[in-house]
């Protein structure tokens, strides 16, 4: 057969071929479709279906271990409530005022303190074993929790007991009045710094009082930056509540800025941002039964606890202090505008 002849006669062989495959795609190609669709959607629902109870599970079982560990913890700490109840405040003030005359104020990088020995050793353990277990910390960043104390009628009730005691009645009326008074020049200078000499005694002379108090549950993995607490805030003070056998390296780190900054904002302020360069100075040991108590201005702080930190939960309680906001603005009200801007988002 010629090439001419086999070619005519297959020609029309492979057209029809094409015209059957072109004809079953189109009639069962979207039916395959179809039912592919199917075939997912009814997979991935069931994917849903186990995903949503496995959510549920876990939920209920760590609904069961905070149960549990709450329970556990109430068994054992239910007798110390007692002990609480016999505090005598005058014997802690006058240990508190012993131990912070007996401290030497270092003026740098800022002005600050590290109070050895701060509180009466049964009040120290008191508030260890009240400090409520991690499980009732809100758990909304893994490596940072904090227990406001805002939130102690949440609490259990050796919490409630033992921490509003401490954070009303011992550092908001013993603590920080005794640091204000160590403090009294360099909170004079602090406020200088933006108004003059006569604004910073004048502010320093308003009625000041601690706010923001809460407990402190960092794990490995934590960095805090070096920067400055928000501008409102004078002093900061933070008690350290190691475990037994925690290292000690893991305290807060005290930064020299390398020129002077003005923070304006209401929030937390971090001077790289601005370009400037920090260097650590030192870092204050994390030490049972201790104080940081600094001036928050001139330097920055900060904390870390590495991924590799030799403890698992790192525990402090921290608070500010603060002017009274209408008494300062009333003051601030004096100043020329230009020194008024550093403090424009308060007015």
Same mark, same amino acid.
């Given at each position: 057969?010629?090439?001419?002849?086999?070619? !005519? #006669?297959?020609?029309?062989?492979?057209? =029809?071929?094409?015209?059957?495959?072109?004809?079953?795609?189109?009639?069962?190609?979207?039916?395959?479709?179809?039912?592919?669709?199917? *075939?997912?959607?009814?997979? !991935?629902?069931? $994917?849903?279906?186990? =995903?949503?109870?496995?959510? &549920?599970?876990?939920?209920?079982?760590?609904?069961?271990?905070?149960?549990?560990?709450?329970?556990?913890?109430?068994?054992?700490?239910?007798?110390?409530? /007692?002990? $609480?109840?016999?505090?005598?405040?005058?014997?802690?003030?006058?240990?508190?005022?012993?131990?912070?005359?007996?401290?030497?104020?270092?003026? #740098?990088? #800022?002005?600050?303190?590290?109070?050895? *020995?701060?509180?009466?050793?049964?009040? @120290?353990?008191?508030?260890?074993?009240?400090?409520?277990?991690?499980? !009732?910390?809100?758990?909304? *960043?893994?490596?940072?929790?904090?227990?406001?104390?805002?939130?102690?009628?949440?609490?259990?009730?050796?919490?409630?007991?033992?921490?509003?005691?401490?954070?009303?009645?011992?550092?908001?009326?013993?603590?920080?009045?005794?640091?204000?008074?160590?403090?009294?020049?360099?909170?004079?200078?602090?406020?200088?710094?933006?108004?003059?000499?006569?604004?910073?005694?004048?502010?320093?002379?308003?009625?000041?009082?601690?706010?923001?108090?809460?407990? +402190?549950?960092?794990?490995?993995?934590?960095?805090? %930056?070096?920067? =400055?607490?928000?501008?409102?805030?004078?002093?900061?003070?933070?008690? @350290?509540?190691?475990?037994?056998?925690?290292?000690?390296?893991?305290?807060?780190?005290?930064?020299?800025?390398?020129?002077?900054?003005?923070?304006?904002?209401?929030?937390?302020?971090?001077?790289? +941002?601005?370009? &400037?360069?920090? #260097?650590?100075?030192?870092?204050?040991? @994390?030490?049972?039964?201790?104080?940081?108590?600094?001036?928050?201005?001139?330097?920055?702080?900060?904390?870390?606890?590495?991924?590799?930190?030799?403890?698992? /939960?790192?525990?402090?309680?921290?608070?500010? $202090?603060?002017?009274?906001?209408?008494?300062? %603005?009333?003051?601030?009200?004096?100043?020329? /505008?230009?020194?008024?801007?550093?403090?424009?988002?308060?007015?």
């Amino acid at each position: 057969m010629s090439h001419t002849s086999r070619r !005519l #006669t297959q020609t029309p062989v492979l057209g =029809l071929g094409r015209f059957v495959y072109l004809r079953l795609r189109r009639a069962l190609l979207p039916d395959f479709e179809r039912r592919w669709s199917r *075939d997912i959607d009814s997979s !991935l629902s069931d $994917v849903h279906r186990k =995903l949503s109870a496995m959510e &549920a599970e876990l939920a209920e079982l760590r609904a069961f271990k905070r149960r549990m560990t709450l329970d556990q913890w109430l068994a054992h700490s239910e007798p110390q409530r /007692e002990r $609480v109840r016999q505090i005598s405040l005058s014997e802690v003030e006058a240990h508190i005022a012993r131990a912070i005359a007996a401290t030497p104020v270092v003026g #740098t990088p #800022t002005t600050h303190m590290v109070v050895e *020995d701060v509180l009466p050793a049964e009040v @120290y353990e008191l508030l260890t074993a009240a400090i409520p277990p991690a499980d !009732l910390f809100p758990d909304r *960043d893994p490596v940072k929790r904090d227990f406001e104390m805002s939130a102690l009628g949440t609490a259990p009730p050796l919490t409630q007991d033992m921490w509003r005691l401490f954070d009303e009645d011992i550092v908001r009326r013993i603590v920080a009045p005794l640091v204000f008074a160590r403090f009294q020049s360099a909170v004079e200078t602090h406020y200088a710094d933006t108004g003059g000499e006569a604004f910073g005694r004048a502010a320093a002379a308003i009625p000041h009082r601690t706010v923001a108090g809460r407990i +402190q549950l960092r794990r490995p993995g934590y960095t805090l %930056k070096p920067h =400055l607490d928000p501008k409102r805030v004078v002093i900061t003070g933070l008690f @350290y509540f190691p475990r037994p056998g925690d290292a000690d390296a893991y305290g807060t780190q005290l930064f020299t800025i390398d020129r002077p900054v003005v923070h304006h904002g209401m929030t937390t302020f971090f001077p790289e +941002q601005a370009g &400037a360069v920090c #260097t650590l100075a030192s870092t204050v040991p @994390y030490r049972r039964n201790s104080m940081l108590v600094f001036v928050n201005s001139r330097a920055a702080h900060g904390a870390s606890l590495p991924a590799d930190a030799t403890l698992d /939960e790192r525990y402090a309680y921290q608070f500010y $202090v603060k002017p009274l906001d209408g008494d300062l %603005k009333k003051l601030l009200k004096t100043l020329p /505008e230009a020194a008024r801007a550093a403090w424009d988002e308060i007015l």
